[in-house]
């Protein structure tokens, strides 16, 4: 037999129990604290309080009867305010539907309607049109069929009869089909009681003292559990589809950016060029075609007038040169990426991390005025910041005389800088020192060309040649 969670022989028996316990209680208030939840409690005295809590969190209406009395959150919204104060009279279902009613003492009823993803609470008069809905699954004034649905006898065998009958509990039976055994097991089972067998609420031959709603609490309780890590489940297998199709979606950006680079890498060959043709270069012309040697063809090169060919020459290199560690670079995500992938992803697994394991550098990077600016993380990391990721052109800063970050304006043209701009990133250089207490700093700045390092050093550790000093504020 199938679990009866949701049919309407649960809901018969349920209202039985429901009506012996809670008639002639009156509604002290009804109330909700989030969607999924719907509070109403009942009183029949100052120390007589019960409470039943409708559960729409599985996408299924399910009825909790807590033995204790929860006190009112301070968020709770008052729902269906006509019903305050007035008594049950009667609890009854509709017979053979999913439906279950309150009948309260003004002709008003409280309707609670088990259809699964349609189930709703709603209030209607004593004309059965709807006043108002929980879910609003209904338009407010449409008039509901509530009328009993009778049970249909005549049928070819147990299988048509359920089927013409599917609000009975199905279940097998070994004779064939006939009216008056149908009859009689109908009446039977009016009498039947319930109980929880491998997370199945079953029918059972009823027993005195046991509680039915007890039953019914202690099997919704468990559904709502079941329910919820089914969805976690869900949740989960769609975030690692997620990541999975993240993680390849840059796989594939990577391999194809690294492949234009490769293929678009024309720097060294304009810096070559150039090399081969000094003599020859019109430094009036912004383009002009020059013969390389080493391919044997005519290859137009632009070039900026205000520069001498041999500078040309040192940008087009220091773009290659670039352009090889922005290759080095993918060349690492792409193989942090390939190992992502050939790994199962966690459902865990955030796609933003990546970001952060695979684009690691040794400086922090800022931005004043269209320059770049570069801090180093540690004395090894300025290090590193001074010997890969600079141009001998580009502006060193440090905090005079005391440790701290190497900072450094990238600036490979060789503009000049406006004040500004050098007082900016030597705030930077104060800020990320030990002076950063202080109200005002020294802070030493030259060329990068100026600045040596040798092996004998200790990290951090440097030489430096025509410094300048000024005094600024640590950056805030």
Same mark, same amino acid.
């Given at each position: 037999?199938?679990?009866?969670?949701?049919?309407?022989?649960?809901?018969?028996? /349920?209202?039985?129990?429901?009506? !012996? !316990?809670?008639?002639?209680?009156?509604?002290? +208030?009804?109330?909700?604290?989030?969607?999924?939840?719907?509070?109403?409690?009942?009183?029949?005295?100052?120390?007589?309080?019960?409470?039943?809590?409708?559960?729409?969190?599985?996408?299924?209406?399910?009825?909790?009867?807590?033995?204790?009395?929860?006190?009112?959150?301070?968020?709770?919204?008052?729902?269906? $305010?006509?019903?305050? $104060?007035?008594?049950?009279?009667?609890?009854?279902?509709?017979?053979?539907?999913?439906?279950?009613?309150? &009948?309260?003492? &003004?002709?008003?009823?409280?309707?609670?309607?088990?259809?699964? #993803?349609?189930?709703?609470?709603?209030?209607?008069?004593?004309?059965?049109?709807?006043? /108002?809905?929980?879910?609003?699954?209904?338009?407010?004034?449409?008039?509901?069929?509530?009328?009993?649905?009778?049970?249909?006898?005549?049928?070819?065998?147990? +299988?048509?009869?359920?089927?013409?009958?599917?609000?009975?509990?199905?279940?097998?039976?070994?004779?064939?089909?006939? /009216?008056?055994?149908?009859?009689?097991?109908?009446?039977?089972?009016?009498?039947?009681?319930?109980?929880?067998?491998?997370?199945?609420?079953?029918?059972?031959?009823?027993?005195?003292?046991?509680?039915?709603?007890?039953?019914?609490?202690?099997?919704?309780?468990?559904?709502?559990?079941?329910?919820?890590?089914?969805?976690?489940?869900?949740?989960?297998?769609?975030?690692?589809?997620?990541?999975?199709?993240?993680? @390849?979606?840059?796989?594939?950006?990577?391999?194809?950016?690294?492949?234009?680079?490769?293929?678009?890498?024309?720097?060294?060959?304009?810096?070559?060029?150039? /090399?081969?043709?000094?003599?020859?270069?019109?430094? !009036?012309?912004?383009?002009?075609?020059?013969?390389?040697?080493?391919?044997?063809?005519?290859?137009?090169?632009?070039?900026?007038?205000?520069?001498?060919?041999?500078?040309?020459? &040192?940008?087009?290199? @220091?773009?290659?040169?670039?352009?090889?560690?922005?290759?080095?670079?993918?060349?690492?995500?792409?193989?942090?990426?390939?190992?992502?992938?050939?790994?199962?992803?966690?459902?865990?697994?955030?796609?933003?991390?990546? !970001?952060?394991?695979?684009?690691?550098?040794?400086?922090?990077?800022?931005?004043?005025?269209?320059?770049?600016?570069?801090?180093?993380?540690?004395?090894? $990391? &300025?290090? +590193?910041?001074?010997?890969?990721?600079?141009?001998?052109?580009?502006?060193?800063?440090?905090?005079?005389?005391?440790?701290?970050?190497?900072?450094?304006?990238?600036?490979?043209?060789?503009?000049?800088?406006?004040?500004?701009?050098?007082?900016?990133?030597?705030?930077?250089?104060?800020?990320?020192? $030990?002076?950063?207490?202080?109200?005002?700093?020294?802070?030493?700045?030259?060329? #990068?060309?100026?600045?040596?390092?040798?092996?004998?050093?200790?990290?951090?550790?440097?030489?430096?040649?025509?410094?300048?000093?000024?005094?600024?504020?640590?950056?805030?």
């Amino acid at each position: 037999m199938k679990s009866l969670h949701q049919s309407a022989f649960l809901v018969q028996q /349920m209202a039985k129990s429901l009506a !012996k !316990k809670y008639t002639n209680y009156w509604i002290d +208030e009804i109330y909700s604290i989030t969607k999924s939840e719907l509070y109403i409690c009942l009183k029949k005295s100052k120390t007589d309080k019960q409470i039943i809590i409708c559960n729409f969190s599985a996408h299924n209406l399910l009825l909790l009867f807590p033995q204790s009395y929860p006190n009112r959150a301070l968020k709770a919204i008052p729902q269906f $305010k006509p019903t305050n $104060k007035l008594k049950i009279k009667s609890i009854a279902p509709v017979i053979n539907d999913r439906m279950l009613i309150f &009948n309260l003492s &003004n002709g008003f009823k409280l309707l609670f309607q088990f259809y699964a #993803r349609r189930s709703d609470v709603m209030l209607i008069n004593d004309k059965n049109a709807v006043l /108002m809905g929980l879910k609003n699954q209904v338009t407010v004034g449409e008039v509901l069929d509530i009328s009993v649905k009778e049970t249909v006898f005549e049928a070819e065998n147990w +299988e048509d009869f359920f089927k013409k009958n599917p609000f009975l509990p199905a279940t097998s039976f070994s004779k064939d089909y006939q /009216m008056s055994a149908a009859m009689q097991w109908v009446d039977e089972i009016k009498n039947n009681g319930l109980q929880i067998i491998d997370k199945k609420l079953l029918m059972s031959e009823a027993e005195e003292g046991i509680d039915v709603l007890q039953i019914i609490h202690s099997f919704n309780i468990e559904y709502i559990k079941d329910e919820r890590i089914k969805a976690q489940i869900i949740a989960q297998e769609k975030q690692r589809l997620a990541a999975t199709k993240s993680a @390849q979606e840059k796989l594939a950006n990577a391999l194809n950016k690294k492949q234009a680079l490769i293929k678009g890498n024309k720097h060294q060959l304009y810096a070559d060029t150039i /090399m081969m043709n000094l003599l020859a270069i019109n430094r !009036k012309l912004p383009s002009q075609p020059l013969f390389n040697f080493n391919t044997d063809e005519t290859i137009n090169v632009p070039l900026n007038i205000e520069l001498s060919p041999i500078e040309n020459a &040192n940008k087009y290199y @220091q773009k290659a040169k670039n352009m090889h560690k922005e290759i080095a670079f993918l060349d690492k995500k792409i193989m942090q990426l390939q190992h992502i992938l050939a790994m199962p992803i966690e459902a865990n697994f955030k796609p933003k991390k990546i !970001k952060e394991i695979i684009i690691s550098k040794p400086f922090m990077q800022f931005e004043y005025k269209g320059f770049e600016i570069k801090v180093g993380k540690s004395a090894e $990391k &300025n290090d +590193e910041l001074i010997t890969k990721y600079c141009h001998k052109n580009d502006t060193w800063l440090h905090a005079k005389d005391v440790a701290g970050s190497h900072v450094i304006i990238s600036n490979s043209n060789g503009t000049k800088l406006q004040t500004d701009v050098i007082e900016y990133a030597a705030s930077l250089a104060a800020k990320y020192s $030990k002076y950063r207490q202080q109200n005002l700093v020294a802070v030493a700045y030259t060329l #990068r060309k100026y600045v040596f390092k040798n092996k004998k050093m200790t990290a951090g550790k440097v030489r430096i040649e025509k410094e300048t000093v000024i005094l600024v504020k640590p950056h805030l």
